[in-house]
Structure formats: C-alpha cells, structure tokens
C-alpha cells in the first residue's frame, strides 16, 4: 500500500485509482483499498475528477523531519553566520541512497532564483554540493555509484574510467571543497565543503550560492576558506558526544 506514494513525482501530481492498479499491478478493488485507507491516514487527498494526491498529513512529517533532523537542529547558528560574513544564500545539501535533497536553505542579501529546493531532488553528479558529498565515500561505496549510474557520467563531464573516477573524487576530498560554476543552473556558482562524520563520511554539504555575474568581483578563495571553516565548526558540534543523535 505505501508503494503508491511511490508512484507520486512531477509528472505524476494527481493519480486515479484505475491508474494506480496499472502501476503496481493490482486488482482495481484493491487499488481502492489502498486509496481509502491512505486517505483516512491524510498522506492522500481528493482533488478533483476523482484523481488523488498526496495529503495534508505529509507536511506534518516534513514538519517533524526538520525537527529532529540533527543537521539542522545543531547548525542553523552557523548557517546564519554565513549568509551574514557573505550576504549569498546558504543550502543544506543531504545524500539518502543515492538521492540528492537539499534539506534547508537561508538566503541572503539579495536571494537568487533556485531552480532545486527543500524535496526536490537533484541530479547526482551536478554541482558543487553532489560532488563534495560523493567525495567522502570509500572506493568500494563509490565504485557502486559508479556501476550504477556510468550512464550519467558524460552528461555531467566527469571520467567514465573507474581509475580516473575514482581520482577525480580523491582530490576533491584532499582540498575539502569543490567550486562549481554553471553546473547544476547556468546563471549560478557555488562553493561546497562537506560536513563530515568522525569515521570519514558526510552528515550534509554546506553550500553558498551566487550569481556567476559576480564572478569578477568575489574573492572565492575567500568564500572557501569561510564555508570550510563553517563546515568544521558545523562538524565539531555534530560530533560532540553531547550532542550526538539519538537513535
């Protein structure tokens, strides 16, 4: 029954029961079954021409995904101070399987038009955040997304050698951060660094993003050196014994 919230994406926005069975092969009365009972639960609701998409009770789980996102519950302080030393927005970029997802976004003096956003989920492999993120993998978790997704590599001129793959990767982790231009939006630049776990891996990437108008007046060595500070800072606080996530 949950796999029909699945089937749920942007072309997918509203969905019919008949349409339902035809996706997951089930029997229509089932497919009612299923819709009723979604329903009753809010994570469905009726929309019109007896189509159906997801309901109310979703945002109440964002809600209370924000709040227990350990991320966000620690650093929202350090994003803050950011935007601040910056005036660019900030993003929280987090990786779930092979799912990229900016979780929080803080924007600055003069906000840029993003095209991604909080549970839209963007390309694996393009810009800054992505990147850094893969960056933190050992060889054999990076070989499987290599395996997996060897189609994509081209489109986002990254090798389709595993050696040099894997290189490509391992530098980004010896500088600790990645600067993207035009990569992910054409109109937008970005600095990422990783925030990074005690055994190697990442909780997030930490991002500033700007216009790549600016470009000729913004001294990106500095914006490096400012969001790899925060993301240490962001890091330390995350791994204190005492501030460690619960279970």
């Given at each position: 029954?949950?796999?029909?919230?699945?089937?749920?994406?942007?072309t997918n926005l509203g969905l019919t029961p008949e349409g339902i069975a035809a996706k997951l092969g089930v029997s229509l009365p089932t497919s009612y079954r299923y819709v009723r009972l979604l329903l009753q639960a809010g994570l469905l609701q009726r929309v019109e021409d007896s189509r159906y998409s997801l309901g109310p009770r979703v945002i109440l789980l964002d809600y209370y995904i924000r709040k227990a996102d350990p991320v966000l519950r620690v650093g929202l302080p350090i994003i803050r101070e950011l935007v601040e030393a910056t005036g660019f927005d900030c993003v929280v970029t987090e990786l779930f399987g092979m799912q990229v997802l900016d979780t929080y976004r803080e924007v600055g003096e003069s906000p840029e038009e993003l095209a991604y956003g909080r549970g839209r989920p963007?390309?694996?492999?393009?810009?800054?955040?992505?990147?850094?993120?893969?960056?933190?993998?050992?060889?054999?978790?990076l070989k499987k997304v290599f395996e997996a997704r060897r189609d994509e590599l081209a489109r986002h001129d990254l090798p389709t050698d595993w050696s040099e793959f894997r290189r490509y990767f391992s530098a980004i982790r010896k500088a600790g951060h990645y600067v993207s231009v035009g990569q992910l939006e054409p109109q937008l630049a970005a600095v990422a660094a990783p925030i990074l776990k005690p055994d190697g891996g990442a909780w997030a990437a930490l991002s500033v993003v700007f216009n790549t108008s600016r470009l000729a007046i913004v001294d990106v060595q500095k914006l490096v050196l400012l969001v790899t500070d925060a993301s240490t800072r962001f890091a330390a606080r995350l791994n204190e014994p005492s501030r460690a996530p619960r279970p």
């Open positions: 029954m949950l796999n029909v919230l699945d089937l749920f994406d942007e963007r390309p694996l492999f393009g810009g800054a955040a992505p990147k850094v993120l893969l960056s933190t993998f050992g060889p054999a978790q």
